[in-house]
């Protein structure tokens, strides 16, 4: 019994040193022991010395500080300052997490780097001009996905989209969609589930804010074998958006002072050869608008220069807005 309660006046020991104290704000050896009497554990100084000493000796690391009083505190935390704020700042610009899940989740975030570090950088946090979603079951509708791909069982769910009014309208007729769930994934704003109806060879993208009733079925996953190995990250350097198209190799000419941005979406392993005073590279994209639509961005810095077909779509693509605004 003596061990039990020496194994808990330990844990407690260590709960408050970790959750309160810091390099700025270590703990007296009488702060120590008035908080753990508050909670109804009573300690000498001498044996509060040889309990930080044994938990130095399990791994603990708990500095000390030589003041007129002996300071105790964790420095050694699972997350620091600096990857801590990076996880306050992609919470806060995630437009898929409702305003009421965001500010609980900051909440639980500061707390990783200890009260007195997560009170500053919770107030420093800057509050990005994002407009989040409503659906309050984001959390239920992730928790379900990912129990779901690692039982490797099919999901429903019914799915829906907005009209002109900003009214809910369901797709599918308001009826269940059945798929095979294989990952999920950010791109831009939204957080998408990649999954597979066996009606298709391809996979389809669902934004998960706009997904209801989300439920695991006994039903045991069926992907073809292409779609076995999936690679969430060799599809998304493919992607531009969420729009589907089909898989080919484009070769680019591009300008020298937009070779960032080329790394950036294809990544550094990217192979640009010079040729005169620009670069050309080749790589594999998802032909659709929203690629299309990225080219113009990048105006007369990028040319496609095949296949032919692609360059065909894309001057028509240029030629239809033209003639849009010439009709205006």
């Known amino acids: 019994m003596e061990t039990a309660k020496h194994k808990l006046k330990l844990l407690k020991l260590y709960e408050i040193l970790a959750r309160e104290s810091d390099e700025t704000h270590p703990l007296s050896t009488i702060q120590l022991m008035q908080k753990l009497k508050e909670q109804g554990i009573s300690v000498q100084r001498k044996t509060l010395y040889d309990d930080i000493k ?10 000390q500080v030589r003041k007129k009083t002996n300071m105790y505190y964790v420095c050694d935390r699972n997350f620091d300052v600096a990857e801590v704020r990076i996880l306050l700042d992609a919470v806060e610009a995630a437009s898929f997490i409702t305003p009421e899940k965001t500010q609980r989740l900051v909440d639980k975030i500061a707390s990783l780097a200890g009260s007195h570090k997560g009170d500053v ?13 409503d659906n309050e079951y984001i959390y239920y509708n992730v928790f379900n996905i990912n129990e779901a791909i690692v039982s490797q069982k ?24 059945l798929v095979n769930p294989i990952a999920t994934m950010m791109s831009g704003d939204n957080y998408y589930l990649v999954a597979n109806n066996e009606k298709y060879p391809d996979v389809a993208h669902y934004r998960i804010d706009r997904m209801e009733k989300v439920e695991i079925t006994k039903e045991t996953v069926n992907l073809s074998d292409g779609l076995k190995n999936f690679d969430a990250r060799r599809k998304k350097k493919q992607l531009f958006s969420m729009f589907l198209g089909e898989t080919q190799n484009v070769t680019f000419e591009i300008s020298s002072d937009i070779v960032e941005v ?4 294809f990544g550094k392993n990217t192979i640009l050869s010079p040729y005169g005073e620009n670069y050309r590279f080749t790589a594999e994209v998802q032909i659709s608008d929203s690629f299309f639509g990225w080219c113009m961005g990048l105006g007369t810095k990028i040319q496609i220069l095949s296949p032919r077909e692609v360059k065909g779509q894309y001057l028509q693509k240029l030629h239809n807005v033209i003639c849009k605004y010439k009709e205006n």
């Open 54 to 63: 044994l938990l130095n000796e399990g791994g603990y690391e708990i500095m």
């Open 121 to 133: 950088i919770k107030n420093n946090i800057v509050v990005f001009d994002t407009t989040k979603r």
């Open 154 to 177: 099919k999901i429903s769910f019914k799915y829906y989209k907005y009209n002109a009014k900003g009214e809910k309208i369901a797709m599918h007729d308001n009826k269940p969609y």
């Open 262 to 265: 080329i790394f950036d979406k």
